[in-house]
């Protein structure tokens, strides 16, 4: 049992995790408490229509992505998103305005006013913040770009990744890379001109620059795959409830079909949510726990709805569009899912995902569902110009959806570091950690690896 490791949770970052270790040499287990792998990422095939009722896409910011789908025979399934989807609207006054995506289109774009693009250039003289580990995004872009920008720029983008506010999410911690700009380079353009040759150097991607993907099937062909591939390593419908120290390293005891088990291993990652991780690992550590349950996930109810495209009055050539607050709508936005990727919805057929709820509105934990759509429907319906009923409805609601990397962030994160120094062999992984996106996950299960065989190698394993 010398290099013996347990990974709880079969998302996609512990599936990821799991494969790589595998393929290293690894003797693997992982735990799954549910009865199918992909935790968020969830696949619904219904009357012709796919819903992905998590996760709608990635974005290829790493080699690693190519590779395990190269290794699994995924090439057939797997799909770079319609070019269509390179165009992405904003609301503003009821009106869809294309997201300028070069000065060109940024100079004769209605989306901004005459003084919010002549603010932006502005940019060049602002000097670096004093305090960056506490600020938030929406101060950040404010100090930086100006009031507009920030909503109607970053207000709705912010929605759209996180389902949260730019007011209490971290610049450092949510957007490091757009937080280094500043750090590095002194400012936002001169940092974006000038690391141009850098990225092209680098063999990872930027979120900017990485292509979107998916599979025929759906998003959660990808963990399914990765299970197949591990086979007999997958336990479902495994719940851990006690986690104990032995001299060899750790006691996982979990309930299962068959009554009560447990295993031993060297290593135990975990890739658990937050709020479960601190129930788990509170007797290890009070103010772990403390830390894991301070960790914010809003409430997001995911609409899929379809209509015939003969009743749709908006063009339909883009990835979707998106919602600043300032806008009050009853919604975050929409993906135009149908668009970017094929197989979700049938010959002459539309199909939308609709986002509603999170940090703008966590509300939606309480509201009658029915109404709620309803009212959603009428605005949406409207934006679009659809004169037609809808042939297709269905939704998933998700109490606790994404992680929020709030200001403070910073203090958490140091203290996962410090968790994990004082219990060797421990690592707290997942997507409140590092990055939430799928792109982030999978990046991040590198990272997991390394820690491992950096541990085993001092252990002499």
């Not at 709820?357 to 009212?375: E, W």
């Amino acid at each position: 049992m010398n290099n013996k490791i347990v990974i709880l949770g079969a998302g996609i970052s512990g599936l990821t995790t799991a494969y790589l270790l595998n393929k290293d040499g690894y003797d693997v287990t992982v735990l799954e408490k549910k009865n199918e792998v992909g935790g968020s990422i969830e696949t619904v095939f219904d009357k012709g229509y796919l819903f992905d009722r998590g996760p709608n896409s990635g974005l290829e910011t790493t080699p690693l992505i190519e590779q395990i789908v190269n290794d699994l025979k995924l090439s057939d399934q797997f799909v770079y998103a319609n070019r269509k989807g390179n165009k992405r609207y904003i609301l503003r006054n009821d009106v869809l305005h294309p997201l300028p995506m070069n000065p060109k289109s940024f100079l004769k774009s209605r989306l901004f006013s005459s003084r919010g693009k002549f603010r932006l250039f502005a940019e060049l003289f602002i000097g670096r913040s004093k305090d960056g580990y506490y600020q938030s995004i929406g101060e950040f872009v404010k100090r930086r770009l100006g009031q507009e920008f920030l909503d109607y720029a970053i207000n709705p983008f912010v929605a759209g990744v996180y389902a949260g506010n730019p007011e209490d999410l971290s610049v450092k911690s949510a957007f490091p890379k757009l937080y280094a700009l500043e750090e590095k380079y002194g400012g936002l353009i001169k940092g974006t001109i000038k690391s141009i040759k850098e990225r092209k150097n680098r063999p990872e991607k930027s979120k900017q620059d990485a292509k979107m993907f998916s599979f025929n099937d759906g998003m959660q062909v990808f963990p399914l795959a990765i299970s197949e591939f591990l086979g007999e390593k997958v336990h479902l419908n495994s719940e851990v409830n006690s986690v104990e120290t032995v001299q060899s390293g750790y006691k996982i005891n979990y309930s299962n079909s068959g009554g009560l088990s447990s295993v031993d291993c060297n290593y135990l990652i975990s890739t658990i949510p937050a709020y479960t991780a601190s129930t788990l690992f509170g007797r290890f550590d009070s103010f772990l726990a403390e830390h894991l349950n301070k960790i914010y996930y809003p409430p997001v109810l995911v609409l899929f709805i379809a209509y015939d495209i003969k009743d749709i009055g908006q063009p339909l050539d883009g990835f979707g569009f998106l919602i600043p607050a300032k806008e009050k709508k009853s919604f975050l936005g929409a993906i135009w899912s149908s668009v970017l990727f094929p197989n979700r919805a049938g010959e002459g057929q539309a199909s939308f995902t609709l986002f509603i709820g999170g940090a703008r509105d966590p509300g939606v934990l309480t509201y009658d569902k029915d109404l709620l759509i309803k009212r959603v429907r009428n605005e949406f319906e409207t934006l679009m110009r659809i004169v037609g009923e809808p042939i297709y409805l269905t939704y998933k609601f998700w109490p606790k959806a994404i992680p929020q990397y709030n200001l403070g962030y910073i203090e958490h994160e140091n203290y996962f570091d410090k968790f994990e120094k004082d219990n060797p062999g421990i690592l707290l992984s997942g997507n409140y950690r590092e990055g939430i996106s799928v792109g982030d996950c999978i990046k991040n299960s590198e990272k997991i690896l390394n820690k491992i065989k950096k541990l085993s190698n001092k252990e002499g394993v």
